[in-house]
């Protein structure tokens, strides 16, 4: 597949123009970045972890009639999407209190909360994604009561079947965080999972040890963030289980 014109890059992926009008190649980077990209490294192979991890929750999603904008796995590294337009913001589900909500509230991380939790933060990387309420979605028309609706109604969905098949390989899912995106048939908008499902956007526990086995790893100086995120990887099958952490991945065009 030849190089097509860059959209857009990011911390983690970039897109590029589809073979077909309508569809993005989404490319995952092996840069690694937290504290607002404070904190940044390259670790190899952590962009071919994302990229079949990131198919195998959105294939399961469309299985289960949750839309995404996932289409297909081209190679090791890029995926084939479908465009859309990105509501502004990300929707955090949270099961357990861990991270900025156990700071922010005083709670004890792992502290199991009596239901999820739906927070929403404002897309800026110069603000630092804050916290925003539906009040001031509504007020500033990032988006409408009825795509509120929507978006709640498909984070809740994303975490029942994102909580049970980590439980299913002895994985707590202590939260995420996903985007949404607007697509259009005509007349017609509807809102789809956009972005990716990995250990970069999810906290991830293992059940028994409370190993953490998400971008927590390089957050907090915790061991090799690739060996975290092989470890989900086999046990979800998607990796052969004597396979050992991929560096210097080929990218195949």
């Not at 990209?37 to 990131?54: F, H, P, Q, R, T």
């Not at 007349?187 to 250990?199: G, T």
């Given at each position: 597949m030849a190089r097509r014109k860059k959209i857009y890059e990011g911390k983690?992926?970039?897109?590029?123009?589809?073979?077909?009008?309508?569809?993005?190649?989404?490319?995952?980077?092996?840069?690694?970045?937290?504290?607002?990209?404070?904190?940044?490294?390259?670790?190899?192979?952590?962009?071919?972890?994302?990229?079949?991890?990131?198919?195998?929750?959105?294939?399961?999603?469309?299985?289960?009639?949750?839309?995404?904008?996932?289409?297909?796995?081209?190679?090791?590294?890029?995926?084939?999407?479908?465009?859309?337009?990105?509501?502004?913001?990300?929707?955090?589900?949270r099961n357990y209190a861990a991270g900025t909500m156990a700071k922010r509230l005083g709670m004890d991380e792992g502290t199991q909360l009596p239901r999820p939790?739906?927070?929403?933060?404002?897309?800026?990387?110069?603000?630092?994604?804050?916290?925003?309420?539906?009040?001031?979605?509504?007020?500033?028309?990032w988006a409408s009561q009825q795509d509120m609706d929507d978006i709640l109604s498909l984070a809740l969905r994303v975490n029942d079947f994102l909580a049970g098949v980590m439980y299913g390989v002895g994985i707590k899912l202590i939260d995420f965080k996903?985007?949404?995106?607007?697509?259009?048939?005509?007349?017609?908008?509807?809102?789809?999972?956009?972005?990716?499902?990995?250990?970069?956007?999810?906290?991830?526990?293992?059940?028994?040890?409370?190993q953490k086995l998400d971008k927590d790893v390089f957050r907090r100086d915790l061991g090799s963030l690739t060996d975290a995120y092989t470890e989900v990887a086999k046990r979800l099958g998607v990796l052969p289980k004597g396979a050992t952490p991929m560096a210097k991945p080929t990218l195949i065009n």
């Open positions: 983690a992926k970039t897109l590029y123009e589809g073979p077909e009008p309508g569809t993005i190649v989404q490319y995952f980077k092996d840069d690694a970045t937290a504290f607002n990209a404070e904190k940044k490294d390259v670790i190899e192979g952590k962009g071919v972890l994302n990229n079949i991890l990131s198919e195998y929750f959105m294939t399961g999603l469309n299985n289960i009639g949750v839309p995404t904008h996932f289409i297909k796995r081209l190679n090791m590294r890029e995926q084939l999407v479908r465009a859309c337009e990105i509501v502004p913001l990300e929707v955090i589900v939790i739906v927070e929403y933060c404002l897309k800026d990387d110069k603000l630092g994604d804050p916290l925003v309420t539906e009040e001031h979605i509504a007020a500033f028309g996903i985007e949404i995106g607007r697509v259009y048939d005509g007349d017609f908008m509807r809102l789809i999972v956009a972005d990716e499902i990995s250990p970069d956007s999810c906290r991830l526990w293992d059940i028994e040890t409370g």
